[in-house]
């Protein structure tokens, strides 16, 4: 006859099956996570395929920085823009642009998009135009690095280069990109009409003409008029980013951010992305880092449009002594305005270099001045909020198209800013 089983050994081998149980069902879960995590894969593997240049704008991958996050302990991390087909974030901005412009009419196939643009901008209007069936006249100022004119040109765009003056001055690039889009308009409103004399086009007459001459040089016999995109005013700007960067920096977090930093030219896409984000989550910190010569520093923090350079007895003709190109800006700009911010930063030209240098020796980085700006952006905020948090930025483009200047050891060694750190000690970081 069998001895009674103690109930002690009854409990242990209960243990032991319901472990043997668990143990099998979590395998078999797992296989089944694995599986489903390997269809999934596999259909987006499926959606890979997008249809044009224009559907390969956007998604980009956001990278973390390997240097910045293990030297202040918090995970730090870049939305790589500079992989778009125009090589930079404005891609987005010139493709809302352009389709709203052709929903709402004001545009049409054929059409001249005019932009007034320090490089960025202009380089994706130029390259994304052709898929809608229009050109592109930009005015950049003569000061940009000359490579920006061009790869506008290599992209087929007509290029007018302009002295930089002030944005209250007729002649500033702006406002020139604004009167071209309306010559455009009345260029077409004649080639309708059939507005000829003898045969020849109105600027042929008596062989002279100035203006209508260049008017004939920049647009093309076929053309049904003209858009002034407007980057800095135009909300699509804001939206594009709004609809776009935001959702795409939220989900590839997976909501899991403490702050994202970026500067502003436009402000379009630190409106965007702020407001996008801080609506989903009010705990995300959201930060400018601005330039040296720009107000808006002050404008966040003290809610004034002041600079020191602008003191009584100290106002200079240009104060836009930076060497960055396409951030920091001396006026309030409807785009801008849509940003929800907690605060601000400084930045200064050394810091930039010096961090551009860091990380393309560091993480094989190659980027450009506002990129490099950001980042320090984004060191100064992780030390304004200790280790442990999540900070996101934009890589906004390459250094491919910053080579005459922010790259250039004799232009930096003229103006005092030849890279000499050995880490991040610029930032306080030994």
Known sequence: MMAPVKPRGVIVAAIAAISIAIASYYYLCKSNKKTKLSLSFNNKKKKLKRNGLVDAIGNTPLIRINSLSEATGCEILGKCEFLNPGGSVKDRVAVKIIEEALESGK??????????????????????????????????????????????????ATVERVRPVSITHRDHFVNI?????LEANEFASKLRKGDQVNGKEPEQINGHGSDEAKKSSIFSSDCTGGFFADQFENLSNFRAHYEGTGPEIWEQTSGHLDAFVAAAGTGGTLAGVSRFLQEKHPGIKCFLVDPPGSSLFNKVTRGVMYTREEAEGKRLKNPFDTITEGIGINRLT??????????????TDKEAVEM???????????????????????????????PGHTIVTILCDSGMRHLSKFYDAQYLSQLGLSPTAAGLEFLRIK
């Open 107 to 156: 545009l049409s196939r054929g059409g001249v998009v005019t932009e007034g643009s320090a490089g960025s901008t202009a380089i994706s209007l130029a390259t994304v135009a052709p898929t809608y069936g229009c050109k592109c006249h930009v005015v950049i100022p003569d000061d940009a690095a000359i490579e920006k004119s061009q790869i506008l040109e290599a992209l087929g």
């Open 177 to 181: 990109a604004r009167r071209r889009a």
């Open 334 to 347: 409807e785009n801008f305005a849509m940003a929800k911010l907690d605060g601000a930063f400084r930045g």
């Open 356 to 386: 551009s240098r860091f990380l393309l020796k560091n993480d094989g980085l190659f980027l450009g001045s506002s990129s490099a700006m950001n980042c320090v952006g984004a060191v100064r905020v992780a030390q304004s909020l200790g």
